[in-house]
T-cell receptor
Framework: DGGITQSPKYLFRKEGQNVTLSCEQN?????MYWYRQDPGQGLRLIYY???????QKGDIAEGYSVSREKKESFPLTVTSAQKNPTAFYLC??????????????FGPGTRLLVL | QQQVKQSPQSLIVQKGGISIINCAYE??????FPWYQQFPGKGPALLIA?????SEKKEGRFTISFNKSAKQFSLHIMDSQPGDSATYFC????????????FGKGTMLLVSP
């Protein structure tokens, strides 16, 4: 089955700890994205990547870091600098075609909780 | 700066009724307007999308109406069913050049049996 997988489904972070959320896609999509979802806040863009070894900050990048070493993978690290990390994190991917609608396909999400 | 404003925040509709969710955008350069449906604990999924060269697009019970002059677009769910109970997000982006999707804050729809 083609799709986007995120792991783990639930993640617990201790104060001062860095944690990494995994996102893998087998859709052969060029672009990948990370969003944060809080109740009543919609989806806010953290980072996105159009091609391997390149990524851009979104609206709320502070306290987060990413890497894009492979086309299929786009892990997100929530660093200790992120003081309010409790949220539902969503990974998405899309083709990068300038002339077409860039439908984004979402993974099932990871819920991060602070201990 | 919120570029896509969505209303209402929540909506309760009786089974068989019409659900209407509205969105307004600020950037006149936006030319792609998708709607996403999200069930609790799941990722959003594309429901239907429209380009501004048409005023309406229908897929089954779901219709997008688009008013370019007013910079508004809306989702209509006809014959609403309890299985439609979910959170709905509108979004907007540019397709010329590369841009990311700008999402509204979402509408929680509850269809009562």
């Amino acid at each position: 089955d083609g799709g986007i997988t995120q792991s783990p489904k639930y993640l617990f972070r201790k104060e001062g700890q860095n944690v990494t959320l995994s996102c893998e896609q087998n859709l052969n999509h060029d672009a990948m994205y990370w969003y944060r979802q809080d109740p009543g806040q919609g989806l806010r863009l953290i980072y996105y990547s159009q091609i391997v070894n390149d990524f851009q900050k979104g609206d709320i990048a502070e306290g987060y870091s990413v890497s894009r070493e492979k086309k299929e993978s786009f892990p997100l690290t929530v660093t200790s600098a992120q003081k309010n990390p409790t949220a539902f994190y969503l990974c998405a991917s899309s083709m990068f075609r300038r002339e077409l609608e860039e439908t984004q396909y979402f993974g099932p999400g990871t819920r991060l909780l602070v201990l | 700066q919120q570029q896509v404003k969505q209303s209402p925040q929540s909506l309760i509709v009786q089974k068989g009724g019409i659900s209407i969710i509205n969105c307004a955008y600020e950037n006149t350069a936006f030319d792609y307007f998708p709607w996403y449906q999200q069930f609790p604990g799941k990722g959003p999924a594309l429901l239907i999308a429209i380009r501004p060269d048409v005023s309406e697009k229908k897929e089954g019970r779901f219709t997008i109406s688009f008013n370019k002059s007013a910079k508004q677009f809306s989702l209509h769910i006809m014959d609403s069913q309890p299985g439609d109970s979910a959170t709905y997000f509108c979004a907007a982006s540019l397709t010329s050049g590369y841009s990311t999707l700008t999402f509204g804050k979402g509408t929680m729809l509850l269809v009562s049996p």
